[in-house]
């Protein structure tokens, strides 16, 4: 059965920093690509970035420079480290694992920036 779970997510002020994680079970973690998505307050899921099991990596253009995700495999855990955060940036943010041809999501944590 895979579970995925999002976390560290809060609320931080604009400029500010936040890590989150999300940890990944019941799949081939190593050889899966991961990404993390978010969605805002009466807006559509969007996608953030992306992680390939080769560790090769693609942002949004409105995250660049500012996002950066990555791996621990040996966790089965992906990260999306955030600086510069901005009041645009608040949302629930989700990770999906895809798995035998399906896609699982968490439960998504929460990140809010205030002005």
């Known amino acids: 059965q895979v579970q995925v779970v999002e976390s560290g997510g809060g609320l931080v002020q604009a400029g500010g920093s936040l890590r989150l994680s999300c940890a990944a079970s019941?799949?081939?973690?190593?050889?899966?690509?991961m990404g993390w998505y978010r969605q805002a307050p009466g807006k559509q899921r969007e996608f953030v970035a992306q992680i390939t099991s080769g560790g090769y990596t693609t942002y949004v253009d409105s995250v660049k420079g500012r996002f950066t995700i990555s791996r621990d495999n040996a966790k089965n855990t992906v990260y999306l480290q955030m600086n510069n955060l901005k009041p645009e940036d608040t949302a629930v943010y989700y990770c999906?694992?895809?798995?035998?041809?399906?896609?699982?999501w968490g439960q998504g944590t929460q990140v809010t920036v205030s002005s």
């Open positions: 999906d694992v895809p798995h035998l041809g399906l896609t699982y």
């Open positions: 019941g799949t081939m973690f190593s050889t899966t690509g």
